[in-house]
């Protein structure tokens, strides 16, 4: 079993900056990768960005391209979500996932944090 919390959502105005933090703990030596996804109002959750947890490669969606970066510190087992130049589409609560193998997918995800962007 692999404990996910996340934590740092907020109400913001567009253009701001928020960090989302995810501690992870139990059997974390199983972790292949981390990501954040969101489920805006209304929608499907969706990926937002993903890292390797021994190499640190990091992807991301295109709608966050260039204005979130995914991090992680692997001796706190701690992922983070640093979201610059919010939008009002960015409005959504994010979750953490984490994905033991590849072929796996992610099977273990923390309860969300809000993040609303007004405009």
């Known amino acids: 079993q692999v404990r996910l919390v996340e934590s740092g959502g907020g109400l913001v105005q567009a253009g701001d900056s928020l960090r989302l933090s995810c501690q992870a703990s139990g059997r974390t030596f199983s972790i292949h990768q981390m990501a954040w996804f969101r489920r805006p109002p209304g929608k499907e959750r969706e990926f937002v960005a993903g890292?390797?947890?021994?190499?640190?490669?990091?992807v991301y969606s295109d709608s966050v391209k260039g204005r979130f970066t995914i991090s992680r510190d692997s001796l706190e087992w701690t992922a983070y979500l640093q979201m610059n130049s919010l939008k009002p589409e960015d409005t959504a609560v994010y979750y953490c996932?984490?994905?033991?193998?590849?072929?796996?997918?992610?099977?273990?995800w923390g309860q969300g944090t809000q993040v609303t962007v007004s405009s």
């Open positions: 890292i390797t947890w021994s190499r640190g490669d990091a």
């Open positions: 996932g984490v994905e033991n193998t590849p072929a796996a997918g992610y099977g273990y």
